[in-house]
């Protein structure tokens, strides 16, 4: 079995300890948070792995072969950093870390210490988001022409990065993840109405290039929570909603056909396609679970990360081209 210890006990990171645990392939082997009382409740329902608030600690266990980091983002570089030097494989939360430098140090280190980075992007890990990219490659969707999400709720406010930094990589990741490529150029909208320089409430657009526009809604301040992320096709649509326990991934074959009037050349007529709406049967098991499978799967056999150093590192260059077009008032800014 793989030996795993776990950094960071907060929001995320008992999620993580639970699945580590129970996979039969890992070894919840330490727990590690700066904060005694939490550690030691944590570790209460993990009698006989070992616990410690130095993460230097952990990583002197010579037998300890992967580390987790759920801690906060301006962690992330260092923790991973001193992890990979002392020859561990590291799965960290999103987003990979706090600055493109930091993120390229990473993925330039995994490699040369030929050891797993994997990126928590989690939804990646959904069956919902596995059965649209399947659905994409098969063709089944045909052009994909636009994507549309809203990711809203009411809290929970961070104090260690905007709402864009939190929940953007999730969406961020789902694209990148169907269509492989980053985008050509970003613009960012946003404001701070709660904890100040900090924006709670953004607009995101992206523009791929070739006609193919993205639009992210994300707020910390909104009464309803709402998880809508579409993909837009000329065959096919697709709309995940992570909330809708029952339909979490609905295709519509609904849309429109163009084509060329053949008396007049520069007429366009547009027909309307209305068809079937379908929810595919997905696999119950969850997220968190099948994610520390495939961090096993990549330490054992060698697999080539879903969500490796390499997508995190262009998710936090997105992030960090929509912070400076923030911060220059909405410029577009060419990635």
Not at 12 to 20: A, M, T
Not at 112 to 132: C, G, N, Q, W
Not at 180 to 195: D, F, L, Y
Not at 203 to 220: R, T
Request: glycine share 6%; charged share 25%; with cysteine.
């Amino acid at each position: 079995m793989i030996s795993v210890g776990v950094a960071g006990l907060g929001y995320w990171g008992p999620n993580l300890v639970r699945n580590v645990s129970a996979s039969s392939r890992t070894a919840l082997c330490w727990l590690c948070d700066p904060g005694l009382e939490r550690l030691q409740a944590i570790g209460r329902q993990h009698p006989g792995v070992r616990q410690t608030t130095q993460f230097e600690e952990m990583l002197a266990d010579e037998r300890l072969d992967a580390v987790v980091i759920a801690t906060p983002v301006a962690t992330h570089h260092q923790m991973a950093k001193s992890a990979l030097l002392a020859r561990k494989h590291v799965l960290v939360e999103k987003p990979l870390a706090a600055s493109v430098a930091e993120a390229a140090e990473l993925v330039a280190l995994a490699d040369y210490t030929e050891r797993v980075l994997l990126v928590d992007h989690i939804f990646l890990y959904s069956p919902a988001v596995e059965k649209m990219a399947e659905l994409v490659r098969a063709g089944e969707v045909g052009e994909i022409l636009f994507f549309d999400s809203v990711r809203i709720n009411l809290g929970i406010f961070r104090h260690d990065v905007s709402v864009l930094w939190d929940l953007a990589p999730h969406d961020l990741s789902i694209i990148d993840h169907l269509i492989g490529r980053e985008p050509e150029s970003v613009m960012a909208i946003g404001a701070s109405r709660t904890v100040d320089c900090l924006e709670d409430v953004v607009y995101l657009h992206l523009d791929y290039g070739n006609g193919l526009l993205a639009s992210l809604h994300l707020n910390w301040l909104s009464p309803v929570k709402v998880r809508h992320f579409l993909a837009g096709g000329s065959r096919r649509s697709l709309l995940y909603n992570d909330l809708d326990a029952s339909d979490r991934l609905k295709v519509y074959d609904r849309g429109v056909d163009v084509s060329a009037n053949p008396s007049a050349v520069h007429d366009i007529l547009i027909s309307y396609r209305s068809g079937n709406v379908v929810s595919p049967k997905l696999d119950p098991t969850e997220p968190a679970f099948r994610l520390v499978e495939h961090f096993a799967d990549c330490i054992e056999r060698r697999v080539a990360p879903i969500s490796g150093g390499e997508q995190g590192l262009r998710i936090v260059r997105v992030l960090d081209a929509a912070q400076t077009s923030l911060a220059r008032a909405s410029e577009r800014v060419r990635l």
